[in-house]
């Protein structure tokens, strides 16, 4: 087959092109720990009061966790239970793992301006680790169509100083 | 062999619009994405550094300090009779959304002082439409009880505000009747999904 | 004598093709009008917000699924007659997958219009990716699963004429046109096989109440099986125009034509394991296999890559036959005055463009800053909004001619409309990548929120705001003059005996020199199911095993 050499130093560019992209990506999850979602565990929508869904909230991990709080969200058609009617509240400097699930339709987790995004998917448990640095308010949005009124899906979450965290308000 | 070019031989007035198109159908975009590229380099390298490795993005502030009616906000704390928001929810029918406003007295007032109080909702703004019509709720009798307001919305539409008028009437030597206009903001409004 | 005089009866079931792609281009645009200034804010009042959602999911619906489906079938029947030089071979059986598709868009089109009716129970506002548990009315789904049988009869039908043909020319190369037609079909038969499980066995029993409960994660990774394909099965027919009328359109010859059957091949075999790389933020599907994913896509890239050369290299040597030199000041020299081979060569630019938020798109964990952002459609309104419907709407300007035997009309109009569309759509996908980068979510009927402000990395929102709007007019407008344009030609357009130039000249590097391994069939069709397999058996086993609709989610109509 007849392939002009100008040709062939293209394919040869867009290959080196496309090992490039994988690697930045491949880099960014090992080096910055810039992960994704993966497959954690599945739960029946159903019957989520058997679950610690069933009371919502942030919780102090057990102790040996390799994390510092355990935060639960319901999302459901039309509020994260917590977050709309109250921030969730974290505090800085600990590791905290979020658990996000809903027993009703599909919905979106987004912390506007940040990289904490997870779709919710009745069945499944969305579960990822983050820390926060400094103290912060952040916007949070449902970015998955989920009705009529998802655009009234919202809240907030809201970082204070490990000093103000108030333990008291946690989950038992 | 070759195809012979298209008519090459198209008019002036042609040749110009041609012209005028290239410059302004492909100069404009391209005066665009330089301009974007510029300010995304710019706000990377003299922007605000970013604060941690989960934050790598314009930050976002959110809304504080801005006085709306949530619920759990107590009305009218600066009279005798102050009302509390004990709920405040949107519930969403498939034709047609409610909005749900349960008020009651904070105290008992005190009935040497007060009679009782008269709220009167005029309108109902949503982003589309005002709902122009009055809506009384009235405590006379000195109980705690909480009264209910709901309002029928066409599907889509959420509350904005409202004007409310406030009447509550002294017994005692100092005044008869107190009249309190308000402007009542509402920011979220909780919804929940009902069949 | 042109394509209406040589192939009648083709030129007929094209022409009605034509017809219903183009009313459904029309009544798609005017709702994403709507859509535009509604989100903005521009004009709240003429739906609810409520009525957004039906809005967007007929926008999406008749725009990429009914327009490109009607128009690809038009330029398939075009393609193959003309390049074998044989009608189909059987016309009751081409009327027939013609009103399948018909009839299933009217089915589901009146599903979605439903939701505009006070009270009715028709309703599908389940938005074009129709994720359960949302339940949208049965006719909804049974509409979507005979638009694909019937595209699949279609397919059948082109297959049959090939093999026609085949018999009658047993050591010929298979013609370029039909080639990439047969492939592109080849690749639609691997992928629509996820749809239509999902919406056979999953979802028709359900919208029809005999199973009361379903499990969303299956019928969204069936979905994405498909739906990522799918949008090569929208832009391979505009790389069919690029490969096979573009060069002759700039007054030369195509580069290469072994080039492009290898083009074809890639994007058969690599298509459908991409799927995961729309569910990169999901629980519940391993990272293992979204990696594979990712890899897969970006090796995608190549492809695209050697299409810019190959079509860059064959527009050169047009130009250069046109009295170019130079290294780019050949550029000038191209015909940028006819409409048919300005807007295919905007379209090429604009796809260059979508590529590169593409790659972002496909990079996994960059990918987690802007998924279900209004990036995400920006992106995609550079990708099927412009790569491929401008190219669809310019060659409407070559093809329409030959298929009603009429010249075109009101050419100013005509040439002016891709320059406003490239225009218009700069300024409104500009704004939608940076509405996303400031965490602006996609399908929403009101993008503010009271507890928080979204902050643009650079300017304001409300900039941000204005260029959706004033984007979206433009399209509108130059969507108007395409519609006015073929409207008048094709109804009262001046008859000829040959209304535009259509002889197609060889490649400069034909068939001959592309090895024979190339045109087998049986080869690639098996690498391409072996790969699917390698992405999709273990994880869709894994979510099966468990019971098909467990877990499950109790039912939610919309």
């Known amino acids: 087959m007849h392939i002009h050499r100008f040709e062939r130093f293209w394919i040869g560019v867009s290959l080196v092109a496309i090992a490039i992209f994988i690697a930045t990506v491949v880099i960014g999850f090992s080096v910055y720990d810039l992960r994704v979602i993966g497959a954690e565990k599945t739960v029946d929508p159903q019957n989520l009061q058997e679950t610690k869904f069933a009371d919502p909230g942030v919780r102090k991990a057990e102790p040996g966790s390799e994390v510092d709080y355990e935060v639960y969200v319901m999302s459901r058609q039309f509020m994260f239970n917590p977050g709309t009617a109250e921030p969730i509240t974290v505090p800085t400097d600990a590791k905290i793992r979020f658990h996000i699930t809903s027993p009703d339709v599909l919905h979106g987790f987004e912390v506007v301006g940040t990289n904490l995004n997870t779709m919710v998917i009745p069945g499944q448990v969305a579960t990822f680790t983050t820390r926060f640095d400094t103290p912060k308010t952040y916007g949070l949005l449902c970015n998955e169509y989920c009705g009529a009124a998802h655009h009234v899906m919202e809240g907030r979450l809201k970082v204070v100083s490990k000093s103000q965290f108030n333990e008291k308000q946690l989950v038992q | 062999m070759d195809q012979v070019p298209q008519s090459s031989n198209q008019s002036d007035s042609n040749k110009w619009l041609v012209r005028i198109l290239l410059i302004i159908g492909i100069g404009i975009p391209v005066l665009i994405e330089l301009f974007t590229f510029s300010g995304l380099v710019s706000s990377h390298f003299f922007g605000e550094a970013p604060s941690a490795t989960n934050d790598r993005r314009s930050e976002t502030s959110a809304k504080e300090n801005i006085p709306l009616v949530k619920q759990g906000d107590t009305l009218f704390s600066d009279t005798d009779y102050p009302l509390l928001v004990d709920t405040l929810r949107l519930e969403i029918y498939p034709d047609q959304w409610r909005f749900i406003m349960e008020l009651k007295p904070l105290w008992k007032p005190n009935r040497e002082r007060s009679e009782g109080v008269k709220l009167t909702f005029q309108n109902l703004v949503t982003q589309q439409q005002s709902l122009e019509e009055n809506r009384v709720l009235v405590w006379t009798d000195n109980t705690l009880d909480e009264a209910e307001i709901t309002w029928i919305l066409p599907t889509g539409q959420r509350p904005q505000n409202a004007k409310v008028t406030y009447r509550s009437t002294r017994q005692d030597s100092l005044t008869g009747t107190l009249d309190i206009k308000r402007h009542f903001e509402f920011g979220h409004v909780p919804a929940r999904y009902k069949q | 004598m042109t394509f209406i005089d040589n192939y009648p009866k083709s030129a007929k079931i094209a022409k009605a093709n034509f017809l219903v792609a183009f009313i459904a281009l029309a009544i798609g645009g005017l709702f994403g009008l709507i859509q535009a200034l509604h989100r903005t804010g521009w004009a709240r009042n003429i739906i609810s917000s409520a009525e957004y959602y039906t809005m967007l999911t007929g926008h999406g619906v008749l725009l990429a699924l009914v327009f490109t489906t009607f128009f690809i079938a038009g330029l398939f029947v075009w393609g193959v007659t003309r390049s074998l030089d044989r009608e189909p071979e059987n016309m009751?059986?081409?009327?027939?997958?013609?009103?399948?598709?018909?009839?299933?868009?009217?089915?589901?089109?009146?599903?979605?219009?439903?939701?505009?009716?006070?009270?009715?129970?028709?309703?599908?506002?389940?938005?074009?990716?129709?994720?359960?548990?949302?339940?949208?009315?049965?006719?909804?789904?049974?509409?979507?699963?005979?638009?694909?049988?019937?595209?699949?009869?279609?397919?059948?039908?082109?297959?049959?004429?090939?093999?026609?043909?085949?018999?009658?020319?047993?050591?010929?190369?298979?013609?370029?046109?039909?080639?990439?037609?047969?492939?592109?079909?080849?690749?639609?038969?691997?992928?629509?096989?996820?749809?239509?499980?999902?919406?056979?066995?999953?979802?028709?029993?359900?919208?029809?109440?005999?199973?009361?409960?379903?499990?969303?994660?299956?019928?969204?990774?069936?979905?994405?099986?498909?739906?990522?394909?799918?949008?090569?099965?929208?832009?391979?027919?505009?790389?069919?125009?690029?490969?096979?009328?573009?060069?002759?359109?700039?007054?030369?010859?195509?580069?290469?034509?072994?080039?492009?059957?290898?083009?074809?091949?890639?994007?058969?075999?690599?298509?459908?394991?991409?799927?995961?790389?729309?569910?990169?933020?999901?629980?519940?599907?391993?990272?293992?296999?979204?990696?594979?994913?990712?890899?897969?896509?970006?090796?995608?890239?190549?492809?695209?890559?050697?299409?810019?050369?190959?079509?860059?290299?064959?527009?050169?040597?047009?130009?250069?036959?046109?009295?170019?030199?130079?290294?780019?000041?050949?550029?000038?020299?191209?015909?940028?005055?006819?409409?048919?081979?300005?807007?295919?060569?905007?379209?090429?630019?604009?796809?260059?463009?979508?590529?590169?938020?593409?790659?972002?798109?496909?990079?996994?964990?960059?990918?987690?800053?802007?998924?279900?952002?209004?990036?995400?459609?920006?992106?995609?309104?550079?990708?099927?909004?412009?790569?491929?419907?401008?190219?669809?709407?310019?060659?409407?300007?070559?093809?329409?001619?030959?298929?009603?035997?009429?010249?075109?009309?009101?050419?100013?109009?005509?040439?002016?409309?891709?320059?406003?569309?490239?225009?218009?759509?700069?300024?409104?996908?500009?704004?939608?990548?940076?509405?996303?980068?400031?965490?602006?979510?996609?399908?929403?009927?009101?993008?503010?929120?009271?507890?928080?402000?979204?902050?643009?990395?650079?300017?304001?929102?409300?900039?941000?705001?204005?260029?959706?709007?004033?984007?979206?007019?433009?399209?509108?407008?130059?969507?108007?003059?395409?519609?006015?344009?073929?409207?008048?030609?094709?109804?009262?357009?001046?008859?000829?005996?040959?209304?535009?130039?259509?002889?197609?000249?060889?490649?400069?590097?034909?068939?001959?020199?592309?090895?024979?391994?190339?045109?087998?069939?049986?080869?690639?069709?098996?690498?391409?199911?072996?790969?699917?397999?390698?992405?999709?058996?273990?994880?869709?086993?894994?979510?099966?095993?468990?019971?098909?609709?467990?877990?499950?989610?109790?039912?939610?109509?919309?």
Request: charged residues 10%; contains cysteine; glycine residues 8%.
């Open chain 3, 92 to 558: 009751a059986f081409s009327w027939s997958w013609f009103w399948i598709m018909l009839i299933g868009t009217l089915m589901a089109t009146v599903a979605i219009l439903g939701g505009f009716v006070e009270g009715s129970s028709i309703r599908a506002a389940v938005l074009y990716t129709f994720y359960p548990p949302m339940q949208a009315h049965p006719l909804f789904y049974i509409g979507a699963a005979l638009l694909i049988i019937g595209s699949w009869m279609a397919g059948a039908d082109w297959f049959r004429s090939y093999l026609a043909w085949r018999k009658e020319h047993p050591d010929e190369r298979i013609p370029l046109q039909t080639y990439m037609t047969l492939f592109t079909m080849l690749m639609w038969y691997v992928c629509t096989v996820g749809v239509a499980l999902e919406v056979v066995v999953l979802l028709i029993p359900w919208s029809l109440g005999w199973v009361n409960q379903i499990d969303p994660l299956l019928p969204r990774t069936l979905f994405w099986y498909f739906g990522h394909a799918v949008v090569y099965f929208w832009l391979l027919p505009a790389y069919f125009v690029w490969y096979s009328i573009l060069p002759k359109l700039s007054g030369g010859r195509l580069f290469s034509d072994s080039m492009a059957r290898i083009v074809f091949i890639i994007f058969l075999i690599l298509s459908t394991p991409v799927g995961y790389h729309h569910q990169y933020a999901d629980p519940g599907i391993t990272v293992g296999f979204k990696f594979y994913a990712m890899a897969t896509t970006l090796l995608l890239l190549l492809p695209s890559l050697l299409t810019l050369f190959t079509v860059v290299a064959s527009m050169e040597h047009g130009a250069k036959q046109r009295g170019g030199k130079g290294y780019f000041a050949w550029l000038g020299k191209l015909p940028w005055g006819e409409p048919a081979f300005a807007g295919c060569a905007l379209a090429g630019i604009m796809f260059a463009a979508g590529g590169f938020s593409g790659i972002i798109n496909a990079a996994m964990n960059i990918n987690i800053l802007v998924h279900n952002t209004i990036w995400v459609p920006g992106h995609f309104h550079l990708t099927v909004g412009t790569a491929v419907a401008l190219t669809f709407m310019a060659i409407s300007y070559w093809l329409v001619p030959q298929l009603t035997g009429r010249k075109l009309k009101n050419k100013t109009l005509a040439l002016i409309q891709p320059y406003l569309w490239f225009l218009g759509m700069t300024l409104m996908s500009n704004a939608m990548h940076r509405g996303g980068l400031a965490g602006i979510p996609r399908r929403t009927a009101e993008p503010n929120y009271s507890q928080f402000d979204f902050e643009a990395v650079f300017g304001t929102i409300s900039e941000i705001k204005w260029q959706i709007a004033i984007g979206g007019i433009l399209l509108t407008v130059s969507l108007v003059f395409f519609l006015w344009v073929i409207f008048n030609s094709w109804f009262r357009g001046e008859r000829a005996d040959k209304p535009v130039d259509d002889f197609i000249p060889a490649a400069l590097s034909g068939p001959e020199h592309a090895p024979k391994i190339l045109d087998n069939i049986k080869l690639w069709v098996l690498l391409a199911i072996a790969l699917v397999l390698i992405a999709y058996s273990v994880p869709l086993a894994e979510m099966v095993m468990d019971g098909l609709f467990s877990p499950g989610a109790p039912t939610i109509p919309v």
